[in-house]
């Protein structure tokens, strides 16, 4: 099971990483191994179900069901939110891609990223054959029309403007930038939950350190 030792810290982490990404500003790093663990587990269990179903009695059976359906659900919440991220950022998601694959391999799974492109195809297709297309603008050759000095320079600033719910899951300090310039140490007490700038939690989100959790 991968990293993990039981089931139960597979549903905890897949809980942890949607959390994170719902309350994201930006699309966090496709956390493959977590969902294969999560995907491996539903499928051990459909043939339990299949295997075992004329030993216990239907109720025994329905509540195995609902469970295999409440982790499906997990997983498929998981999938929309990113899914909806990679719709909104469409247009930079494709730059990504052209300008630096091995970072865009990172950040989203195979099937995201044909979703990304079939996506980003039809929606070219879609604005060409509607009002956009009777303008003078190289809407099917959009992804080579940006330049690259709207690429940001430093990541660690593209966010600081951007404020997220934090909960703590074990003391951890965190650096605040203050109005005048200055750095500010935070220190977060295990379950306290904070407004912070998203930059400040940024580092401990993209690594997956387990110290805490967006809300």
């Known amino acids: 099971m991968g990293d993990f030792e039981t089931p139960k810290q597979v549903y905890a982490k897949l809980l942890e990483v949607i959390s994170n990404e719902k309350g994201s500003p930006e699309l966090l790093e496709y956390e493959e191994t977590v969902v294969e663990c999560m ?24 509540q195995h069901k609902t469970e295999v359906d409440r982790l499906q659900y997990c997983v498929n919440t998981y999938y929309r939110i990113r899914l909806q991220k990679i719709e ?3 247009t930079s998601l494709i730059k990504l891609l052209k300008n630096d694959n091995r970072r865009a391999e990172k950040l989203m799974s195979v ?7 079939t996506y980003y195809a039809n929606m070219n297709k879609y604005l060409g054959e509607t009002i956009m297309g009777k303008l003078n603008i190289p809407i099917n050759d959009a992804a080579h029309s940006f330049s690259l000095s709207e690429l940001p320079i430093n990541d660690s600033d593209l966010f600081k403007a951007s404020y997220v719910f934090v909960k703590a899951l074990r003391q951890t300090e965190v650096i605040v930038d203050t109005d005048d310039g200055d750095h500010e140490p935070i220190v977060l007490e295990p379950n306290s ?10 580092h401990y989100i993209m690594n997956s350190s387990g110290d805490v959790v967006l809300m």
């Open 39 to 62: 995907m491996e587990q539903i499928d051990h269990m459909e043939k339990n179900i299949r295997l075992l179903k004329n030993r216990l009695n239907q109720f025994c059976i329905e």
């Open 111 to 117: 099937g995201e990223i044909k979703y990304l492109d």
């Open 88 to 90: 909104t950022n469409c």
């Open 193 to 202: 939950i904070h407004f912070l700038p998203y930059s400040s939690v940024r």
